[in-house]
């Protein structure tokens, strides 16, 4: 419950401050969410499994946005950075919807 209600005082926090994000950390932003996204469907799966461990989540969490924004950084160094970029983009994805599946499968028993 009181992770609920953290995201609803963030969100409404989110919506009445409206925050900016700087120009300098825009390219990384999306990537961040999508590698966050991959934890967190990480994370829902191994709950469901039996097996969560918030240590490992937190060290998932914050690796996997650490190293996904790194790989953009020297994307755009090596002027390559769209390319990494949908790398990236294309890597988590797939692991986002194994696990959306491996959820599936375990909530609906199909």
Do not use: C, W
């Not at 469901?48 to 914050?62: A, E, N, Q």
């Not at 160094?77 to 959306?100: C, D, E, M, P, Y």
Request: proline residues 4%; neutral net charge.
């Amino acid at each position: 419950m009181i992770a609920v209600l953290g995201l609803v005082v963030g969100v409404v926090v989110g919506l009445l401050v409206r925050p900016e994000v700087p120009a300098v950390v825009e390219p990384y932003l999306p990537i961040a969410v999508v590698a966050a996204l991959d934890a967190v469907f990480g994370g829902l799966r191994a709950m469901l499994d039996g097996i969560f461990d918030d240590k490992v989540f937190v060290v998932s969490f914050l690796s996997n946005v650490v190293v996904a924004a790194l790989i953009v950084f020297l994307g755009d160094k090596l002027g390559v950075g769209s390319q990494l970029s949908t790398g990236v983009v294309v890597v988590l994805g797939i692991r986002i919807f194994s696990n959306a599946a491996a959820i599936r499968r375990h909530v609906f028993r199909a």
